[in-house]
Structures are given as C-alpha cells and as structure tokens.
C-alpha cells in the first residue's frame, strides 16, 4: 500500500529555517516523482517544488532561492528544506507523488498519492 508520511513542521520566528520529510512506503521511488505543495487557509492548494526521479526540479516563484527540494531514492525519502521563511508561508504542507519518474510539473491537480500534511507557521 503506498503510503506518504509528512513530519518536520513547526513554529518558526520569521528568517528561520525548517526542514520537511517525506517518508515513502509501499513502492519504489525511483520510479515516482515528488512533489511538496501548500495549502493555506481560505486558499488553494498550490505547488511549491517538485522533483523527477533523475533530480529534475521546479519550484514556485515565491520560494526560490529560499527553498530547497532533495530525495534519496535508496532511504525512500524527500525532503524540503526551507530558509528565510515569511509569515506567507505558512500553511499545511503536503508531500505527494505520482508514478512518472519524468514527470516534475507542479500543477496540483496531476498528483495522485497524498500524505496527510504537516503545518508550518511563521511567526514572531
């Protein structure tokens, strides 16, 4: 059964750091993208960074130079690193895949398989 488990989310002081895992279970992420994406309240879900399994990777205007996206095929695990963060980027974070090991658009809605979500909040 393929399974998705968020874990890293806290509360962080504006300009901090915070670094998401992504543990996967029941299939071999070589062969799966990844993909993190955020959903704040009153607001849509939207992608944050996604990853091939080659290590191709894309990330949203609003995170670049401050995030950071990595996997290890071998440990099954993603993870996001996040510095500088904002008050703007609080939000539930979710860890999702989809079995296009190619595949590293962002757009939400082609992704399959959903962790449950682990919530960030940036505040002072």
């Known amino acids: 059964q393929l399974q998705l488990v968020e874990s890293g989310g806290g509360l962080v002081q504006p300009g901090g750091s915070l670094r998401l895992s992504c543990a996967a279970s029941?299939?071999?992420?070589?062969?799966?993208?990844i993909g993190w994406f955020r959903q704040a309240p009153g607001k849509e879900r939207e992608g944050v960074s996604c990853?091939?399994?080659?290590?191709?990777?894309n990330y949203a205007d609003s995170v670049k130079g401050r995030f950071t996206i990595s996997r290890d095929n071998a440990k099954r695990m993603a993870y996001l690193q996040m510095n500088n963060l904002k008050p703007e980027d609080t939000a539930t974070y979710y860890c999702?895949?989809?079995?296009?090991?190619?595949?590293?658009?962002?757009?939400?809605?082609?992704?399959?398989?959903w962790g449950q979500g682990t919530q960030v909040t940036v505040s002072s």
């Open positions: 029941g299939f071999t992420l070589d062969y799966y993208a």
């Open positions: 999702a895949t989809r079995p296009s090991a190619d595949y590293y658009d962002c757009s939400p809605v082609h992704w399959g398989y």
């Open positions: 990853s091939s399994s080659g290590g191709n990777t």
